[in-house]
């Protein structure tokens, strides 16, 4: 290309100006540069193989075992926790139908004499316990007529739990509680399962939070 001439207005002088010269190519250089050196980062993806992708698919396994899992005892507990529930307390109501099989025979038929201020003998005391237990049972296993099993049963904890007061002394010696006190204490549990079954015979239902 033929270099070009500019006249300066000032003097007379001529300036030629070059173009640049254009230097050539180094293919050894280039040959040292990696070919993905200027990937876009937008376009670069995680490692699908290797321990941290292994990681991941168990993890993201993981999780859905917990939803899934989490799913079932939303659907299943609160049903599974009153057919046990009516399972105990059928199975408690019935031994009392047969004198002398039930352990609590004795601790029932003081407990309903003191609470009817003994206008209700102790035979009488111990067939209307294995009535109302068995019912009880019964409403909570077939789910039929529910909400009149679940009020028996809260008039039926009061009973139940009714010992701890009127036999305070005897439960409760110096040396600790006896067999007989931690027989009923164990019975705050059926009064909380009873809560559970009566909220969700109300219409209350466990929701997963997201």
């Given amino acids: 290309m033929p270099a070009l ?7 007379s002088r001529t300036t030629r100006y070059a173009p640049p010269t254009k230097l050539a190519a180094d293919p050894a250089a ?3 540069v990696p070919a993905n050196t ?3 980062a937008t376009t670069s993806t995680l490692p699908t193989t ?3 992708a292994l990681v991941r698919r168990w993890r993201s396994r993981g ?3 917990v ?3 989490a799913e079932i005892l939303a659907r299943y507990s609160i049903t599974a926790l009153r057919v046990a529930l009516g399972l105990v307390f059928l199975g408690f109501g019935v031994l009392k139908f047969f004198p002398g099989v039930s352990p609590a025979e004795d601790l029932a038929q003081r407990t309903v004499g003191e609470l009817t201020l003994h206008l209700v003998g102790p035979s ?3 067939l209307m316990t294995a009535v109302i237990e068995t019912v009880i049972g019964l409403t909570l296993l077939t789910g039929r007529f529910l ?3 679940l009020v028996l049963l809260a008039v039926a904890l009061v009973g139940i739990m009714s010992p701890l007061v009127l036999f305070f002394d005897e439960l409760f010696p110096a040396g600790g509680p006896t067999l007989t006190a931690q027989y009923v204490l164990k019975d705050v549990i059926l009064a909380a399962a009873g809560a559970v079954v009566g909220a969700w015979a109300l219409g209350a239902r466990l929701r997963r939070d997201a």
Avoid: Q
């Fill in 67 to 69: 939803d899934t899992l």
């Fill in 63 to 65: 999780e859905r075992a």
């Fill in 124 to 126: 009488a005391a111990l």
């Fill in 147 to 149: 909400r009149t099993g």
């Fill in 38 to 40: 200027w990937t876009d």
């Fill in 5 to 11: 001439s500019l006249k300066s207005r000032s003097a």
């Fill in 30 to 32: 280039d040959a040292l």
């Fill in 50 to 52: 290797g321990p941290s």
